[in-house]
């Protein structure tokens, strides 16, 4: 844990048992013990409800993306997109053969930052759909369209959407196209001293708690 962390996780104090003799003895320690615990109790919650408070909270996020090239393999037939590199992982796992499953820990309502980059190999216009599986089981009316046309073409899919997922449920991106040459690119660094830059992602998520889930989750159309 952070040494920055200066809320101290609290444990209930050990009491004195009662040993015969003076009962002022036993009182007087039974005191400072419990005069200790409260003072680590109203330093804890002072520091979490006090000015930006939220800086002492574990709260479950991630951040996942692909340094490699995703084709569409199959004209017309959908395929998920997968996620070969983590760089924050805390209450959420990358699960399936090829890393397309992100999986919550905790339950709770989450947000999903994703954005992906496209690039078109031919000169036709190209249809292209984006939505959010869970569970395998498509979400109605979570579906993005995008067109994309020119040879050499690249243009970025940004979308931001919040989640209700139970605890071992599992998102993943899903998407397709009418023409095969679309791709979710990658692109290399460079350190030519013309147009030096770090590498650009195929694809990237995020994700961040927001709240518990709702008593009564809500029925997707």
């Known amino acids: 844990m952070a040494q920055e962390r200066l809320v101290q996780k609290v444990q209930p104090p050990a009491l004195p048992i009662p040993k015969a003799g003076p ?75 090829s890393n397309s499953q992100i999986t919550a820990t905790y339950s709770g309502v989450y947000n999903f930052q994703f954005i992906g980059q496209l690039s078109s190999g ?45 605890a071992g449920e599992y998102v993943e991106m899903t998407w397709v196209s009418d023409d095969i040459d679309v791709t979710m690119t990658t692109v290399p660094p460079a350190v030519s001293p013309a147009t030096p830059h770090p590498g650009v992602t195929s694809a990237v998520v995020t994700i961040n708690f927001i709240s518990a889930l709702p008593e009564v989750r809500p029925t997707p159309p």
Do not use: C, M
């Open 23 to 97: 009962l002022k003895q036993y009182l007087d320690d039974l005191n400072n013990i419990l005069r200790l615990f409260f003072n680590l109790v109203a330093n804890a919650v002072n520091n979490v409800f006090g000015e930006l408070g939220g800086r002492f909270l574990d709260v479950p996020n991630a951040l996942y993306f692909s340094t490699v090239d995703q084709p569409i393999a199959v004209v017309d037939t959908a395929q998920v997109i997968t996620f070969n590199q983590t760089y924050l992982e805390s209450g959420f796992e990358l699960n399936g053969g």
């Open 122 to 166: 031919s000169a036709s216009a190209k249809n292209i759909y984006l939505w959010i599986t869970r569970n395998g089981t498509d979400l109605g009316y979570t579906a993005r369209e995008f067109v994309l046309q020119g040879s050499g073409e690249i243009d970025e899919v940004i979308w931001n959407f919040n989640l209700d997922l139970a």
